[in-house]
Nanobody
Framework: QVQLVESGGGLVQAGGSLRLSCAASGRSVSSYARAWFRQAPGKEREFVAAISWSEGVTYYGDFAKGRFTISGDNAKNTVYLQMNSLKPEDTAVYYC???????????????WGQGTQVTVSS
């Protein structure tokens, strides 16, 4: 199995940038695709972005296109979420999740991190 730890959250003003990190550890960590989700108070969890290293493709939620970029450093078993032009509505707890590469199409995530808080002030 794989364990995930998010970091990099904090308080930023609207229009600013932030980069989140998701470090993975455990057995066969390179066999897992990685994704970011977020959940704001009183709202449902929503998909932000995903990366499949084996297929070399990325996916984004509609609100994230053009502002957020997911990338990874396979040697460090770490995936990143670069967030630019942040808006107050981006305020949420951001979670990292892992899925077997062959199960990403089904959004079948088998491991989740504890989350990192992102707060965007206006």
């Amino acid at each position: 199995q794989v364990q995930l730890v998010e970091s990099g959250g904090g308080l930023v003003q609207a229009g600013g940038s932030l980069r989140l990190s998701c470090a993975a550890s455990g057995r066969s960590v390179s066999s897992y695709a990685r994704a970011w989700f977020r959940q704001a108070p009183g709202k449902e969890r929503e998909f932000v972005a995903a990366i499949s290293w084996s297929e070399g493709v990325t996916y984004y939620g509609d609100f994230a296109k053009g502002r957020f970029t997911i990338s990874g450093d396979n040697a460090k078993n770490t995936v990143y979420l670069q967030m630019n032009s942040l808006k107050p509505e981006d305020t949420a707890v951001y979670y990292c999740a892992a899925a077997l590469e062959e199960r990403l199409w089904a959004m079948d995530f088998v491991s989740w991190g504890q989350g990192t808080q992102v707060t965007v002030s206006s």
